[in-house]
């Protein structure tokens, strides 16, 4: 697994040259309803690209970001520091370290798939923790299209296929320091080494047990890895 803290300081040069992020990006910000004066949890926050994002587009909200990586923190704090609606803060997708019922809304990208399998209901429940009745979470991240099962070959063969296709696609579009991470990824997902993929059906699952329904499900074209789950927590 990647060390975040020393990746922080070149994570936007990689990601940030890569079109399907920008995507990404604008497309979790795009499932968000429009409206006033909410408090967002920006879930595994990075280096601030998505709060970016949705402080243009939702100009009078609050937005908390949270993430496991001093590094990352370092650069986001500095990032917002004149930004008063901002607050960056140390945690993670098992320990939020906020109120029940703090947010609106959740969203996150790219982060959860670090979470193990067996830690994903735990995930759920924080994420529900935190959420108050009817929020929203919006979730993009990489999803294999085979039950997860490492004793499966037809699993192995669909993360490499997906992966591959994805690197390839990196390398065609000029983002060649992400291409050189996505291939870097693909014995970490074969071998669980802090990168875990997992099925939508699976996700929706674990989802759905901490209270979550209404599942949309949003793909980030043109290759079949990085998808958005937009769901609600039942009053």
Not at 208 to 229: H, M, R, W, Y
């Amino acid at each position: 697994m990647a060390d975040w803290d020393e990746v922080a300081g070149r994570f936007d040069e990689a990601f940030l040259a890569d079109p399907t992020y920008a995507r990404m990006l604008e497309a979790v910000v795009g499932a968000i309803p429009e409206g006033d004066g909410r408090k967002f949890l920006d879930l595994g926050c990075g280096t601030g690209n998505l709060i970016a994002l949705m402080l243009q587009r939702h100009p009078a909200s609050r937005i908390a970001g949270v993430d496991p990586s001093a590094g990352m923190r370092e650069v986001s704090a500095k990032r917002f520091r004149d930004r008063p609606e901002v607050e960056i803060t140390a945690g993670d997708a098992l320990n939020v370290p906020f109120p029940d019922g703090s947010f609106d809304i959740v969203v996150s990208s790219l982060a959860l798939h670090h979470v193990p399998p067996d830690l994903k209901a735990s995930c759920a429940r924080e994420l529900a923790r935190v959420l108050v009745p009817g929020g929203l979470l919006v979730h993009a991240d990489p999803f294999c299209g085979v039950p997860h099962d490492p004793d499966d070959p037809a699993w192995w063969r669909d993360v490499i296929e997906r992966m591959v296709a994805k690197a390839v696609y990196s390398l065609e579009h000029g983002a060649w320091n992400m291409m050189l991470g996505e291939a870097k990824a693909i014995p970490l997902v074969l071998r669980g080494e802090g990168e875990y993929l997992i099925t939508v059906e699976e996700w929706e699952n674990v989802l759905s047990g901490a209270g979550f329904g209404g599942f949309e499900v949003t793909d980030i074209q043109p290759i079949d890895l990085n998808k958005i789950i937009s769901c609600t927590l039942k009053t």
